[in-house]
């Protein structure tokens, strides 16, 4: 692919340019004008012609006026007398021989000679019968020209003119030669080329430089085949190798056709001059171009230099450089574009080595040994180590610098670098390789060494960190040994403590075996202190029965008395009301005792032989109510239930009834004791997770925080003695939880009352160790 | 790239063009013709021109030779001697590659050798001297020789006219060949019993005094009177001999018998005899297109001079093609054997010499009617 300078190129464009444009307007300008030069060629030469016909016909009138005498006299003059007479017309520009021939066609005079030799009657006698122009006057009434023909009386190619008359012709001759003298010289002022030729197309006469044409026939040529059937003459004939256009003009007097020759193509003077003006004008033109194209090109190279000059200042590295503005917008912005381009160049670059540098300081300082090493020749050699290298291995930066570990000895095995090099060839990288290096003085180093390739265009490089883990193995190997230690001492301090915790667990089974006793022993002893809290419990009202029983006896006794005194109604009255009072009061008692004996029972007894049933609770309360208002008659205290209707349970209703009982009791007896009013409430409430709650509330003492702790506790009780046995809440605390299978909660502080709750599943759930069915069988 | 380039090729182009439009197309195989356009003997020469011409047309309009168009070119000797020198040289210069003609023998000598240097072929169709005759040169001639015409006319006479005395008068502008023809006439003539009493030389020109050849002629008392000249000057003769002495019997050469001698003679010449190239009755189909052609192009009929001329220069053409432009032309022309004439055929002997039928004829009312 030929390369080229742009000014070269430019120069040439304009040139070709230039040309081409005027190439094309010429061609266009002559495409116009050839014709138009051509056409007016044809007009012209036809004008010629046709000047040159009458121009010629003069001549020949100019002739044939030279013979008048002698056709005027001629019949009257005798033969002598003509002779002279067509002596004296001859003359050196006309006619060379006449003479008279008769009808038969013998001459009767002649007279031939070139001015001044004369030579007379020469031919008389002769016989023209046979001469065409002779034969063809005869028949005609006017002078007639004759074709060539060779004379007789000359020897030559001549031209005659007959005159007819009414019994002899008069012929006069003149040679082709002089002929052609005499057409010349009409000819002179014509510019054109012109032949003529006679009827038959044999050549007359002609203003040629040359005589090429007086020997050719032109009988066939084109011209003179038009001018004979009078057709269109064509556009363009050859003569002697060159170009003409033609135009004819048929002579009628004489036969006789005129061509006259306008040079066509380029040796038409006025189409030469166009073609040669529109050649130079190229020429000119070319060179024109050629010398302003220079111009024209720096013209242009101009402001593209100073874009070649900023862009390969840039390609060079120099940013800097400023863009001067140009008139040509798109240099202009080109120029604009490669200044902004350059500056971000510049800008990239700049940050580009601040990166660099950035990266490189961070090389520098990063906390871990760093090595940058490249492949050179199979091997490797160091092109950078930052200062914690340096720190650890104690060579120099620059003593370092393009050698290698194997050179510089770095390496307590070089085994270690071998298998590190080969492991970094097969994968890429190495991780926590392992190995023992020597630094500077010779000091043994442990290093983990991990390595990465990376190919930086075409160079491997590779960075390797080392750290140093002597301290740390060293550490390491202490913390194992301790670590063993420990174990050691671990493995003896649980063999102890699993010595201690047999023997710990034997212990545990003793005293376990111990509390059971003791538990026994205390249940015995509680029991022993239950059955006394029984029989001392019952004591009270199996005594009141009987008393109540006595005193009925004494009341008997009394009643018995007083009938054998005799009977009155007061009295009997009286005993009637002691009797039922007293039997009230013993029934009451001894129903308390029973209902004591059942509560004993269920202390010990199994607790499914309870009855199960579903009952209200507000039903329930009011029982409840009904049973302890006797009880709270004789106190100042007043027990008021709440409890919403419809609340259903599913339960054990003689353990709760027992519960509230007790709880009440409590109330009453601990509660509100000493004071002179008070009021027990016993609330019904549902609770959330289908429970029912019994609030039993007093606004009594309260209770301090040590009884509260040990409240419920077997056997413990604030008076002892005086009526409590210590197990109420005990056992109401099992019955709630074992029988109701719900809770007891309570709150209480000194002054401010105390508060039971006992919350239960509306459904208590069923005792677990009984050969009862499962729930969902039995019916409800 | 395209328009790049475009401007550039455009300015090439247009010169090339031009250059182009201003070559032949095809180059015209040159032919030349020389003889005596003007001068004494112009309608010979004329007569011979047009028959060139004719021929060269008809060949052309065959489509020329091997697609070559043939141009005849025309010089005119004007039956003098610098002028045929020159005519030669501009024939040479032309690259003609042969020359038909001249139509006279002392043309011819003169013409030959310059032919020669240039190397050019002569063939003419109507130069008798046997001075030609026999020599293995660059002359061909498509007639015969002056020996067979002047034995031929020698022997007719003999035959038929007895014993005479004729006086005969020559034209030395043309010596080359009336030198010759009446030398050996009077040889024939003799060895047949006749004889040869006088002879007057006179140059042709147009202050010949025709009056005074006729009178020195019969001063020996001749029985005929033998003119061997040109037609005007027989012509010019034979009404001299009509006036001087009506009862003689007069006898022209073939040089002669041309259409002029009849015009020029009219009533003169009625009874001449005279030797002809050819017979202007013959049937032959050739020649009759031939008359045909000529008269419609040149408006008379075809003269011997003509119908020769048509002969040679055809025999040329076909020559020409037949030599494929590489073969030597006249051994192409001497061994092909025959080629096509308008009333015999052409045959050239290995001189280049022919042998063309020979006609004696008479002149009968205006018109040659041939008698053997």
């Given at each position: 692919m030929p390369r080229w300078r742009l000014r070269t190129f430019l120069i040439l464009l304009l040139f070709a340019t230039t040309l081409a444009t005027f190439s094309m307007v010429s061609l266009g300008l002559l495409a116009y004008r050839l014709p138009q030069i051509k056409r007016d060629a044809a007009q012209d030469a036809q004008l010629t012609a046709r000047n040159v016909s009458d121009l010629l016909e003069n001549a020949v009138s100019a002739l044939q006026i030279?013979?008048?005498?002698?056709?005027?006299?001629?019949?009257?003059?005798?033969?002598?007398?003509?002779?002279?007479?067509?002596?004296?017309?001859?003359?050196?520009?006309?006619?060379?021989?006449?003479?008279?021939?008769?009808?038969?066609?013998?001459?009767?005079?002649?007279?031939?000679?070139?001015?001044?030799?004369?030579?007379?009657?020469?031919?008389?006698?002769?016989?023209?019968?046979?001469?065409?122009?002779?034969?063809?006057?005869?028949?005609?009434?006017?002078?007639?020209?004759?074709?060539?023909?060779?004379?007789?009386?000359?020897?030559?190619?001549?031209?005659?003119?007959?005159?007819?008359?009414?019994?002899?012709?008069?012929?006069?001759?003149?040679?082709?030669?002089?002929?052609?003298?005499?057409?010349?010289?009409?000819?002179?002022?014509?510019?054109?080329?012109?032949?003529?030729?006679?009827?038959?197309?044999?050549?007359?006469?002609?203003?040629?430089?040359?005589?090429?044409?007086?020997?050719?026939?032109?009988?066939?040529?084109?011209i003179v085949t038009a001018a004979r059937s009078g057709g269109p003459s064509p556009e363009v004939i050859e003569l002697n190798g060159r170009s003409f256009h033609p135009a004819y003009h048929r002579s009628e007097k004489l036969g006789w056709v005129v061509i006259s020759m306008i040079p066509s193509g380029l040796d038409n003077p006025d189409q030469a001059r166009t073609i040669f003006l529109v050649s130079l004008g190229m020429v000119a033109s070319g060179l024109i171009s050629l010398l302003m194209a220079p111009i024209w090109a720096s013209a242009i190279q101009r402001p593209?230099?100073?874009?070649?000059?900023?862009?390969?200042?840039?390609?060079?590295?120099?940013?800097?450089?400023?863009?001067?503005?140009?008139?040509?917008?798109?240099?202009?912005?080109?120029?604009?574009?490669?200044?902004?381009?350059?500056?971000?160049?510049?800008?990239?670059?700049?940050?580009?080595?601040?990166?660099e540098k950035y990266l490189l300081e961070l090389f520098n300082i990063a906390p871990n040994a760093m090595l940058i090493s490249r492949s050179v020749d199979e091997d490797y050699a160091v092109l950078d180590v930052n200062q914690a290298w340096v720190e650890l291995f104690g060579y120099s930066r620059d003593s370092v610098v393009g050698q290698n570990g194997k050179v510089l000895n770095w390496w307590r095995h070089l085994e270690d670098r071998r298998k590190l090099l080969r492991g970094l060839e097969e994968w890429g990288q190495v991780t926590g390789y392992e190995a023992w290096?020597?630094?500077?003085?010779?000091?043994?180093?442990?290093?983990?060494?991990?390595?990465?390739?990376?190919?930086?265009?075409?160079?491997?490089?590779?960075?390797?960190?080392?750290?140093?883990?002597?301290?740390?193995?060293?550490?390491?190997?202490?913390?194992?040994?301790?670590?063993?230690?420990?174990?050691?001492?671990?493995?003896?301090?649980?063999?102890?403590?699993?010595?201690?915790?047999?023997?710990?667990?034997?212990?545990?089974?003793?005293?376990?075996?111990?509390?059971?006793?003791?538990?026994?022993?205390?249940?015995?002893?509680?029991?022993?202190?239950?059955?006394?809290?029984?029989?001392?419990?019952?004591?009270?009202?199996?005594?009141?029965?009987?008393?109540?029983?006595?005193?009925?006896?004494?009341?008997?006794?009394?009643?018995?008395?007083?009938?054998?005194?005799?009977?009155?109604?007061?009295?009997?009255?009286?005993?009637?009301?002691?009797?039922?009072?007293?039997?009230h009061i013993a029934l009451r008692n001894i129903q308390r005792a029973s209902d004591m004996v059942a509560t004993f029972?269920?202390?010990?007894?199994?607790?499914?032989?309870?009855?199960?049933?579903?009952?209200?609770?507000?039903?329930?309360?009011?029982?409840?109510?009904?049973?302890?208002?006797?009880?709270?008659?004789?106190?100042?205290?007043?027990?008021?239930?709440?409890?919403?209707?419809?609340?259903?349970?599913?339960?054990?209703?003689?353990?709760?009834?027992?519960?509230?009982?007790?709880?009440?009791?409590?109330?009453?007896?601990?509660?509100?004791?000493?004071?002179?009013?008070?009021?027990?409430?016993?609330?019904?409430?549902?609770?959330?997770?289908?429970?029912?709650?019994?609030?039993?509330?007093?606004?009594?003492?309260?209770?301090?925080?040590?009884?509260?702790?040990?409240?419920?506790?077997?056997?413990?009780?604030?008076?002892?003695?005086?009526?409590?046995?210590?197990?109420?809440?005990?056992?109401?605390?099992?019955?709630?939880?074992?029988?109701?299978?719900?809770?007891?909660?309570?709150?209480?502080?000194?002054?401010?009352?105390?508060?039971?709750?006992?919350?239960?599943?509306?459904?208590?759930?069923?005792?677990?160790?009984?050969?009862?069915?499962?729930?969902?069988?039995?019916s409800r | 790239m395209l328009c790049k380039w475009q401007p550039r090729w455009l300015v090439l182009l247009v010169p090339l063009m031009a250059w182009l439009g201003a070559c032949e197309s095809r180059e015209p195989l040159r032919v030349g013709f020389v003889g005596g356009l003007s001068g004494r003997v112009a309608d010979l020469g004329n007569d011979g021109r047009n028959g060139a011409l004719l021929a060269v047309a008809m060949v052309n309009e065959a489509g020329g030779i091997r697609d070559n168009p043939v141009q005849l070119i025309v010089k005119d000797d004007a039956q003098n001697r610098d002028t045929m020198v020159q005519a030669i040289e501009e024939l040479a210069a032309a690259n003609v590659v042969a020359i038909i003609g001249p139509m006279t023998s002392s043309m011819a000598m003169i013409a030959r050798p310059i032919a020669e240097q240039h190397g050019l072929l002569m063939i003419s169709p109507t130069v008798t001297t046997t001075a030609l005759t026999g020599r293995d040169d660059n002359f061909l001639r498509v007639s015969s020789d002056s020996l067979a015409y002047a034995t031929f006319s020698a022997r007719y006479l003999a035959e038929t006219g007895g014993h005479m005395r004729l006086a005969a008068c020559l034209d030395l502008g043309n010596r080359a060949y009336t030198e010759n023809w009446l030398d050996v006439f009077t040889d024939k003539y003799r060895a047949h019993g006749g004889e040869i009493v006088g002879r007057v030389a006179f140059t042709s020109s147009a202050d010949t005094e025709h009056a005074a050849i006729v009178e020195r002629m019969l001063t020996s008392n001749p029985d005929g009177l033998l003119f061997v000249a040109s037609a005007v000057d027989t012509a010019r003769l034979a009404h001299e001999a009509k006036r001087q002495a009506p009862d003689l019997r007069l006898i022209a050469v073939e040089w002669s018998a041309t259409e002029a001698l009849i015009e020029l003679g009219g009533r003169a010449v009625?009874?001449?005899?005279?030797?002809?190239?050819?017979?202007?009755?013959?049937?032959?189909?050739?020649?009759?297109?031939?008359?045909?052609?000529?008269?419609?192009?040149?408006?008379?009929?075809?003269?011997?001079?003509?119908?020769?001329?048509?002969d040679a220069t055809y025999t040329l053409l076909a020559a020409l093609r037949d030599s494929g432009g590489d073969r030597d032309l006249k051994q192409v022309l001497i061994t092909t054997g025959e080629y096509p004439g308008l009333q015999q055929p052409v045959r050239f002997d290995r001189f280049g010499d022919a042998q063309r039928d020979i006609f004696l004829a008479r002149i009968e009312n205006g018109r040659y009617v041939v008698i053997r």
């Open positions: 030279q013979l008048r005498p002698a056709v005027l006299l001629g019949d009257q003059l005798g033969v002598q007398r003509i002779g002279k007479l067509f002596g004296s017309i001859l003359n050196e520009e006309g006619f060379q021989a006449i003479y008279r021939v008769d009808k038969r066609g013998i001459v009767q005079a002649s007279s031939s000679g070139d001015g001044n030799v004369v030579n007379q009657n020469r031919l008389v006698g002769a016989d023209l019968s046979g001469n065409p122009l002779f034969k063809a006057a005869l028949h005609s009434d006017h002078p007639l020209w004759s074709d060539r023909y060779l004379s007789a009386l000359r020897g030559e190619l001549t031209i005659a003119v007959a005159y007819p008359s009414n019994d002899q012709v008069l012929i006069a001759e003149m040679t082709t030669g002089r002929l052609r003298d005499i057409v010349l010289r009409s000819l002179v002022p014509i510019k054109h080329q012109v032949f003529v030729v006679d009827g038959h197309g044999e050549w007359v006469a002609d203003n040629l430089p040359d005589g090429n044409l007086r020997h050719t026939h032109w009988g066939a040529h084109a593209l230099r100073s874009l070649i000059r900023q862009s390969r200042l840039i390609s060079r590295g120099d940013y800097s450089g400023s863009w001067q503005p140009n008139r040509i917008i798109e240099i202009d912005e080109l120029g604009n574009d490669l200044r902004r381009m350059a500056r971000a160049i510049g800008e990239r670059e700049s940050s580009l080595e601040k990166n290096m020597l630094n500077a003085v010779g000091d043994e180093i442990l290093c983990s060494i991990s390595a990465a390739s990376v190919t930086r265009e075409t160079e491997r490089q590779v960075i390797f960190v080392y750290v140093d883990i002597t301290d740390m193995r060293k550490m390491q190997r202490e913390l194992d040994s301790m670590n063993q230690e420990l174990e050691r001492l671990v493995a003896a301090r649980t063999e102890e403590l699993q010595r201690s915790n047999r023997d710990l667990e034997e212990t545990l089974e003793s005293l376990s075996v111990a509390q059971g006793e003791l538990v026994r022993s205390e249940k015995l002893a509680a029991l022993g202190e239950l059955v006394a809290g029984i029989a001392h419990e019952l004591n009270t009202p199996i005594g009141n029965a009987g008393i109540t029983l006595s005193t009925l006896e004494d009341h008997i006794k009394a009643f018995r008395d007083l009938v054998s005194l005799g009977l009155k109604r007061s009295a009997l009255d009286q005993f009637v009301e002691n009797v039922d009072s007293a039997s029972k269920q202390v010990a007894a199994d607790r499914a032989s309870s009855q199960r049933r579903t009952f209200d609770a507000k039903e329930l309360v009011e029982e409840l109510s009904l049973i302890l208002q006797p009880m709270l008659k004789r106190t100042p205290y007043k027990l008021r239930t709440d409890a919403p209707g419809e609340i259903e349970l599913d339960s054990y209703p003689g353990p709760l009834s027992q519960v509230l009982t007790n709880l009440v009791n409590n109330a009453v007896m601990h509660g509100l004791e000493g004071r002179d009013r008070g009021t027990v409430r016993v609330l019904v409430e549902e609770a959330a997770g289908d429970q029912v709650r019994f609030i039993v509330s007093d606004d009594g003492i309260g209770m301090p925080e040590d009884v509260q702790s040990r409240m419920f506790d077997p056997f413990f009780t604030t008076r002892l003695g005086s009526g409590g046995t210590g197990l109420g809440l005990h056992i109401l605390h099992n019955i709630v939880t074992n029988v109701l299978g719900g809770r007891v909660e309570f709150s209480s502080a000194p002054g401010a009352g105390t508060e039971f709750r006992i919350t239960i599943p509306a459904r208590a759930p069923f005792p677990k160790d009984t050969d009862q069915q499962e729930p969902m069988s039995q | 009625e009874g001449l005899t005279l030797s002809n190239f050819f017979d202007r009755d013959s049937l032959a189909p050739a020649y009759l297109a031939f008359k045909q052609a000529y008269v419609e192009r040149f408006g008379r009929e075809p003269g011997f001079g003509g119908t020769a001329t048509y």
